[in-house]
């Protein structure tokens, strides 16, 4: 039998060289999954159109806007004209959108994001005792997964949902580190899942 096997592991500098690599690895296939689509780097849908709204109000240091003249013109779907010009969803995914808008960039957060949770999937697996092969499959299977690209490659909050959720074993000991992870879930979603209910 190996000793250390399935031992808590503190990750070392390979460890972070391996995670700083799927970083890019996956902002660079996310780049390309937004460059190669048929629009480019703009919203497709309703949400993501109201996504990037948020995004620029929010970058312009404004809550919501003051109500447009005639605001039966500019009724669209998720977004308030009366009494204020504002976005229906929460802020959470918004927010972390904005600071990129501001630059001209903001389809570069989603790519982020994406890599970001690459390498915490791998450092989470490293902190769990598992092996730097066996902790390189889930990057590797969320990286590989093409039918999670789409949402990755646009403006829509599952970016942030996913990035939100702590990657690290549960313990009692970590159970209180959380609750900030799931709260930013809440806040950059639309979608909150009802509580789970014991039987």
Same mark, same amino acid.
């Given at each position: 039998?190996?000793?250390g096997?399935?031992?808590?592991?503190?990750?070392?500098? %390979?460890?972070?060289?391996?995670?700083?690599?799927?970083? &890019?690895?996956?902002?660079?296939?996310?780049?390309?999954? !937004?460059?190669?689509?048929? !629009?480019?780097?703009?919203?497709r849908?309703?949400?993501?159109?109201?996504?990037?709204?948020?995004?620029?109000?929010?970058?312009?240091?404004?809550?919501?806007?003051?109500?447009?003249?005639?605001?039966?013109?500019?009724?669209?779907?998720h $977004?308030?004209? &009366?009494?204020?010009? +504002?976005?229906?969803? #929460? =802020? @959470?995914?918004?927010? $972390?959108?904005?600071? !990129?808008?501001?630059?001209? &960039?903001?389809?570069?957060?989603?790519?982020?994001?994406?890599? @970001?949770?690459?390498?915490l999937?791998?450092? +989470?697996?490293?902190?769990?005792?598992?092996?730097?092969?066996?902790?390189? %499959?889930?990057?590797?299977? #969320?990286l @590989?997964?093409?039918?999670? !690209?789409?949402?990755?490659? *646009?403006?829509?909050?599952? *970016?942030?949902?996913?990035?939100?959720?702590?990657?690290?074993?549960?313990? *009692?000991?970590?159970?209180?580190? #959380?609750?900030?992870?799931?709260?930013?879930?809440?806040?950059? *979603?639309?979608? %909150?899942?009802a509580?789970?209910?014991? =039987?």
């Open positions: 039998m190996q000793d096997v399935g031992l808590a592991a503190r990750p070392g500098r %390979i460890d972070g060289l391996c995670a700083a690599l799927l970083v &890019v690895a996956g902002t660079a296939l996310c780049m390309q999954t !937004f460059a190669s689509g048929p !629009f480019g780097a703009r919203p849908t309703e949400d993501e159109f109201v996504y990037l709204f948020q995004a620029k109000t929010l970058a312009a240091l404004r809550l919501t806007y003051p109500s447009p003249p005639l605001p039966e013109f500019f009724e669209a779907a $977004i308030l004209v &009366v009494p204020r010009f +504002a976005a229906k969803y #929460l =802020p @959470g995914h918004a927010a $972390i959108l904005a600071p !990129f808008q501001a630059l001209g &960039v903001p389809w570069l957060a989603p790519c982020l994001l994406l890599g @970001g949770t690459a390498a999937l791998f450092l +989470a697996a490293r902190a769990a005792g598992l092996t730097r092969a066996a902790a390189a %499959i889930a990057p590797a299977l #969320l @590989g997964a093409t039918d999670v !690209f789409p949402f990755f490659a *646009s403006f829509l909050s599952q *970016s942030s949902s996913v990035a939100w959720t702590r990657n690290r074993p549960c313990t *009692s000991a970590s159970t209180p580190s #959380l609750a900030p992870g799931t709260g930013m879930t809440c806040t950059s *979603s639309h979608f %909150i899942p509580p789970a209910r014991n =039987p």
